[in-house]
C-alpha cells in the first residue's frame, strides 16, 4: 500500500466540501491546459507544423508574456495563503507544482512567494510519490 487516502480530500464529509472540490479541479484544468501549453511553447520553441519563424516567435513571446501574468498572480496568491485552497495542499498544488517543474526556461527568482509555494508542496510527505510517476 503506498498509504495515499485517494478519497481524501475530495469527497465532502472528509475535509473538504463542494465548492472547494470544484475550486481543485479548475486549477486542475488550467494547470493542464493553459499553463502547460505556454511552457511547452517557452521550453521548446516549437508550436505547430509549419509555422513559420515570425509566427513562432510571436507566439513564444506571447506564451511568455501569459506565463509572466500567470506567476503574478500566483506571487499574489500566495502572499494570503500558503497553498491554492488555503492552508492545507490539494491535489491541484502538486498539479501545478509538477508542472512548474518543468518550466525549466524560466527563472522564478522574480516570484518568491511562488518559489516558498513550491518548496512547501515539494516538502509534502506524497511529493515522492507524485514524481516517480
Not at 518543468?102 to 512567494?113: G, R
Request: glycine fraction near 6%; proline fraction near 3%; include cysteine.
Amino acid at each position: 500500500s503506498s498509504g495515499i487516502n485517494a478519497e481524501w480530500p475530495l469527497r465532502p464529509g472528509m475535509g473538504a466540501d463542494t465548492s472547494q472540490i470544484s475550486q481543485g479541479f479548475s486549477w486542475l484544468h488550467w494547470a493542464v491546459s493553459v499553463l502547460h501549453r505556454d511552457l511547452f511553447y517557452l521550453n521548446n520553441g516549437q508550436l505547430k507544423r509549419g509555422a513559420t519563424k515570425d509566427t513562432t516567435n510571436e507566439l513564444v513571446k506571447s506564451s511568455l508574456d501569459s506565463v509572466s501574468l500567470y506567476f503574478d498572480m500566483l506571487d499574489k496568491i500566495f502572499t494570503s495563503r500558503d497553498y491554492l485552497l488555503g492552508s492545507v495542499a490539494w491535489f491541484c498544488d502538486s498539479a501545478v507544482a509538477l508542472i512548474l517543474e518543468d518550466a525549466s526556461s524560466l527563472s522564478l527568482s522574480s516570484w518568491p512567494k511562488v518559489l516558498d509555494w513550491l518548496e512547501r508542496v515539494k516538502e509534502q510527505p506524497n511529493w515522492s510519490v507524485v514524481t516517480a510517476l
